[in-house]
């Protein structure tokens, strides 16, 4: 027996149309959606309530969950689950990563949700999975939320449009400034500190009785970030007031530290607060890093005996080390110094993103919560207008209470003729008719009427509110006075964590405080090839090349120099000798360590001495003398000072000092001229040093004329006492150098 096989057809889709469009405008118009969606659905907060959308959804969704304060909390996995499928169509994990961030006191200033169960700590262990954790919002939460149930905000449609979700929310509490913000968009950001709610509150207060203020006044409030681990400021004031006035800037934070004394002279120091964001883990394992590759001669040892709160104890090398100069070389190698940028990108009413000083935030701020309180007196208002129609139908039921009870017993449509009857408006009639007969025994006329003295009394107030400005920013001056008490300076919450301390002293730390002075011979190949080698004296036997590569230079240093390298294009490039590769392999291309071009290569090297001066000379002739100082370069693209052009290279590098200067070219022509005729510049192409027919330089010696000229010729070292017949003047050709001269042509 067969099988009968059945075909089913697939009904095709209907074909989508072609768009006639070019590539580039459509990935412009799709770029620009995405970029869109970033910034206002995603990265900056609103300057309103200092939310992004999903901290906002996750509030709005505990608020729905009736997670308030005063309630048992859920778990967490309830309220992901809420979240991502009514309101944010995102992963669990960035929700549940977005739950635990606000729940972690270490990361907010003043914590949105009460955590119970493992939700990280400030050695960066992430929380535990969401099924174990369980949430609850705090009283700043519902704060942020006070107000939402009387149409303080306007709503929206849901992604699904299934339900409706606040654009924005009341807050009554300065959430932006107080927790602050960090995100990354396209083409933007925002970083944005804690600060302490009752200076803000000050600062508000100031600005409602003078709206002119100062952001110099206002720093006179707000006299910096206030971070939730604490920390040191330690920014000029002058600094502070400039990064509030632009919105951008940074805050120079450091741990906190104090010198404990121990038995016998003996002391270590004690870290009790680091700075925001660090985690502590890896704060010490970083300096064990440092201990261990020797970049902090002073400092023996490092522990962590934190535990609940923050000591890690840092033993100094001996009892002699000064332990300010031990903290200042810790501070500039590792996070117990940081740079916390202020970026006061945000989004305006509008949705638009800008930067905006500290004045322009907190006005943003008290003018949503003006918004806010018409809205919810409106609100108030329309609802004391109805009790009040519903009163007065009730007074008229309760005189004529016989004759309302007889209509409704014999009329089958008792509303009309009653309203009729009584000349009651359609909510009054329906608001008698939905009256429960046990409730026919509370009709009493003083009640009714003490009611609406009371409610009247109420709408008097609200209507003159909703007229007069002034008495909207009194009411709102109060609530910042309320907020100010209940998280003031002397609660456990409210008290500041951060100390502010004047911008700190430079302190001059040795180089042996941040790299311990070891000799080291310093090579550099032929073909770039560069490293340190330890020791000093060491013979060239010992120095092994690569195949096809030989010595170029060679230089006895310390660890703690800076070696200075000249190269063909004219410019210096700066190196840490404590930074060379080792000398136990054949080193690392410099090319890795500095901006240096394919077409350039290193023609001079030398140990930087302050007060030094150099001369440099291009393969045309040309050069000066230049200050050591001006040669030292900051980056790895070097600094240039040697301008060279065509054919030319920078060629020679030698130190001046000397009365007068040897030049000799490659023709081999001799030219001796008082050094005071070469002129000392900071960069440019100099003035020609020796003329050349056929030729070019070759190289450049300082000297003294008592002493003679001296050169090296093979293994051996001559000198030319009389050589009155070579010196004339700079620019004059020269002529052939004294018998014996080297055949290199090189001093």
Same mark, same amino acid.
């Given at each position: 027996?067969? /099988?009968?096989?059945?075909?089913?057809?697939?009904?095709?889709?209907?074909?989508?149309?072609?768009?006639?469009?070019?590539?580039?405008?459509?990935?412009?118009?799709?770029?620009?959606?995405?970029?869109?969606?970033?910034?206002?659905?995603?990265?900056?907060?609103?300057?309103?309530?200092?939310?992004?959308?999903?901290?906002?959804?996750?509030?709005?969704?505990?608020?729905?969950?009736?997670?308030?304060?005063?309630?048992?909390?859920? /778990?967490?996995?309830?309220?992901?689950?809420?979240?991502?499928?009514?309101?944010?169509?995102?992963?669990?994990?960035?929700?549940?990563? *977005?739950?635990?961030?606000?729940?972690?006191?270490?990361?907010?200033?003043?914590?949105?949700?009460?955590?119970?169960?493992?939700?990280?700590?400030?050695?960066?262990?992430?929380?535990?999975?969401?099924?174990?954790?369980?949430?609850?919002?705090?009283?700043?939460?519902?704060?942020?939320?006070?107000?939402?149930?009387?149409?303080?905000?306007?709503?929206?449609?849901?992604?699904?449009?299934?339900?409706?979700?606040?654009?924005?929310?009341?807050? *009554?509490?300065?959430?932006?400034?107080?927790?602050?913000?960090?995100?990354?968009?396209?083409?933007?950001?925002?970083?944005?500190?804690?600060?302490?709610?009752?200076?803000?509150?000050?600062?508000?207060?100031?600005?409602?009785?003078?709206?002119?203020?100062?952001?110099?006044?206002?720093?006179?409030?707000?006299?910096?970030?206030?971070?939730?681990?604490?920390?040191?400021?330690?920014?000029?004031?002058?600094?502070?007031?400039?990064?509030?006035?632009?919105?951008?800037?940074?805050?120079?934070?450091?741990?906190?530290?104090?010198?404990?004394?121990? /038995?016998?002279?003996?002391?270590?120091?004690?870290?009790?607060?680091?700075?925001? =964001?660090?985690?502590?883990?890896?704060?010490?394992?970083?300096?064990?890093?440092?201990?261990?590759?020797?970049?902090?001669?002073?400092?023996?040892?490092?522990?962590?005996?934190?535990?609940?709160?923050?000591?890690?104890?840092?033993?100094?090398?001996?009892?002699?080390?000064?332990?300010?100069?031990?903290?200042?070389?810790?501070?500039?190698?590792?996070?117990?110094?940081?740079?916390?940028?202020?970026?006061?990108?945000?989004?305006?009413?509008?949705?638009?993103?800008?930067?905006?000083?500290?004045?322009?935030?907190?006005?943003?701020?008290?003018?949503?919560?003006?918004?806010?309180?018409?809205?919810?007196?409106?609100?108030?208002?329309?609802?004391?207008?109805?009790?009040?129609?519903?009163?007065?139908?009730?007074?008229? *039921?309760?005189?004529?209470?016989?004759?309302?009870?007889?209509?409704?017993?014999?009329?089958?449509?008792?509303?009309?003729?009653?309203?009729?009857?009584?000349?009651?408006?359609?909510?009054?009639?329906?608001?008698?008719?939905?009256?429960?007969?046990?409730?026919?025994?509370?009709?009493?006329?003083?009640?009714?009427?003490?009611?609406?003295?009371?409610?009247?009394?109420?709408?008097?107030?609200?209507?003159?509110?909703?007229?007069?400005?002034?008495?909207?920013?009194?009411?709102?001056? /109060?609530?910042?006075?309320?907020?100010?008490?209940?998280?003031?300076?002397?609660?456990?919450?409210?008290?500041?964590?951060?100390?502010?301390?004047?911008?700190?002293?430079?302190?001059?730390?040795?180089?042996?405080?941040?790299?311990?002075?070891?000799?080291?011979?310093?090579?550099?190949?032929?073909?770039?090839?560069?490293?340190?080698?330890?020791?000093?004296?060491?013979?060239?036997?010992?120095?092994?090349?690569?195949?096809?590569?030989?010595?170029?230079?060679?230089?006895?240093?310390?660890?703690?120099?800076?070696?200075?390298?000249?190269?063909?294009?004219?410019?210096?490039?700066?190196?840490?000798?404590?930074?060379?590769?080792?000398?136990?392999?054949?080193?690392?291309?410099?090319?890795?360590?500095?901006?240096?071009?394919?077409?350039?290569?290193?023609?001079?090297?030398?140990?930087?001495?302050?007060?030094?001066?150099?001369?440099?000379?291009?393969?045309?002739?040309?050069?000066?003398?230049?200050?050591?100082?001006?040669?030292?370069?900051?980056?790895?693209?070097?600094?240039?000072?040697?301008?060279?052009?065509?054919?030319?290279?920078?060629?020679?590098?030698?130190?001046?000092?000397?009365?007068?200067?040897?030049?000799?070219?490659?023709?081999?022509?001799?030219?001796?001229?008082?050094?005071? =005729?070469?002129?000392?510049?900071?960069?440019?192409?100099?003035?020609?040093?020796?003329?050349?027919?056929?030729?070019?330089?070759?190289?450049?010696?300082?000297?003294?004329?008592?002493?003679?000229?001296?050169?090296?010729?093979?293994?051996?070292?001559?000198?030319?006492?009389?050589?009155?017949?070579?010196?004339?003047?700079?620019?004059?050709?020269?002529?052939?150098?004294?018998?014996?001269?080297?055949?290199?042509?090189?001093?």
């Amino acid at each position: 027996m067969t /099988k009968a096989i059945t075909k089913t057809r697939v009904k095709s889709e209907p074909a989508q149309p072609v768009l006639d469009k070019k590539l580039s405008e459509a990935l412009s118009e799709r770029y620009l959606s995405y970029a869109l969606s970033t910034i206002m659905s995603r990265s900056l907060p609103d300057a309103r309530d200092g939310l992004k959308p999903v901290h906002r959804r996750l509030l709005f969704a505990m608020r729905e969950l009736k997670l308030d304060p005063n309630l048992p909390p859920k /778990k967490s996995a309830r309220v992901v689950g809420d979240v991502i499928g009514k309101f944010h169509p995102h992963g669990d994990t960035a929700v549940y990563d *977005a739950l635990v961030r606000l729940a972690q006191d270490f990361s907010q200033r003043y914590p949105l949700i009460e955590g119970q169960g493992n939700f990280g700590n400030i050695d960066g262990d992430s929380a535990a999975a969401m099924r174990y954790t369980e949430a609850r919002m705090t009283e700043v939460a519902r704060l942020l939320l006070d107000g939402i149930d009387e149409d303080a905000v306007p709503f929206r449609a849901t992604y699904d449009n299934s339900g409706i979700e606040p654009t924005v929310l009341p807050a *009554a509490f300065p959430n932006l400034l107080a927790n602050g913000s960090a995100g990354i968009a396209v083409g933007m950001a925002t970083s944005i500190p804690p600060h302490n709610v009752s200076e803000l509150c000050d600062a508000m207060h100031h600005m409602i009785a003078h709206p002119n203020v100062t952001i110099d006044k206002l720093v006179g409030f707000i006299p910096g970030p206030d971070f939730p681990t604490g920390g040191v400021l330690v920014e000029s004031r002058a600094s502070i007031a400039e990064s509030y006035r632009t919105g951008h800037g940074s805050f120079r934070l450091r741990a906190k530290w104090e010198k404990e004394d121990l /038995k016998q002279g003996m002391w270590q120091i004690v870290v009790t607060e680091v700075p925001y =964001q660090v985690q502590k883990s890896r704060l010490i394992e970083k300096i064990a890093e440092l201990l261990s590759v020797k970049k902090l001669p002073l400092l023996d040892d490092i522990r962590d005996e934190s535990a609940d709160d923050v000591r890690l104890i840092l033993v100094p090398k001996n009892r002699n080390v000064d332990p300010a100069v031990l903290m200042e070389s810790l501070f500039r190698q590792s996070e117990l110094e940081i740079k916390f940028s202020l970026n006061l990108n945000v989004l305006d009413k509008e949705g638009t993103p800008q930067v905006l000083d500290l004045r322009s935030v907190l006005q943003m701020y008290l003018d949503h919560r003006q918004d806010v309180l018409v809205r919810c007196s409106s609100y108030r208002l329309a609802q004391i207008e109805a009790r009040l129609e519903t009163l007065a139908g009730y007074l008229i *039921a309760y005189l004529n209470l016989d004759k309302v009870i007889k209509i409704i017993r014999t009329q089958d449509e008792p509303k009309p003729i009653l309203m009729k009857t009584f000349g009651l408006t359609d909510n009054q009639a329906e608001a008698i008719l939905n009256m429960r007969l046990r409730s026919l025994r509370k009709l009493e006329e003083m009640q009714i009427k003490g009611e609406q003295k009371e409610l009247a009394g109420k709408q008097a107030e609200l209507k003159k509110l909703l007229k007069n400005e002034d008495v909207r920013w009194q009411a709102i001056d /109060k609530e910042i006075g309320e907020l100010k008490q209940k998280f003031g300076k002397s609660t456990k919450l409210g008290a500041r964590r951060t100390e502010i301390a004047e911008a700190p002293v430079i302190i001059d730390v040795p180089m042996e405080a941040v790299i311990e002075r070891e000799n080291v011979t310093i090579v550099l190949s032929d073909k770039g090839w560069v490293r340190a080698m330890r020791g000093h004296g060491l013979s060239k036997d010992s120095i092994k090349y690569k195949e096809g590569d030989e010595e170029k230079f060679v230089l006895e240093a310390e660890t703690t120099d800076k070696i200075l390298l000249f190269a063909g294009n004219g410019r210096f490039y700066t190196l840490g000798a404590d930074k060379l590769p080792g000398g136990r392999g054949l080193g690392e291309p410099v090319r890795l360590m500095i901006d240096l071009p394919n077409d350039a290569d290193i023609v001079g090297m030398i140990k930087y001495q302050p007060n030094q001066k150099f001369i440099v000379a291009s393969s045309d002739g040309h050069g000066f003398i230049v200050k050591v100082e001006d040669v030292l370069a900051q980056t790895k693209n070097g600094k240039q000072v040697l301008n060279v052009s065509g054919k030319a290279k920078a060629l020679v590098l030698a130190l001046a000092g000397g009365n007068h200067i040897a030049v000799i070219g490659t023709n081999r022509k001799l030219l001796l001229f008082p050094a005071s =005729q070469l002129p000392e510049m900071t960069r440019g192409r100099g003035v020609i040093l020796q003329k050349y027919k056929d030729g070019t330089l070759s190289d450049i010696k300082s000297f003294n004329l008592k002493d003679g000229l001296t050169w090296r010729s093979g293994e051996r070292e001559r000198t030319e006492a009389d050589i009155r017949a070579w010196l004339g003047e700079r620019a004059q050709a020269g002529r052939l150098p004294p018998n014996g001269f080297a055949k290199s042509n090189r001093f």
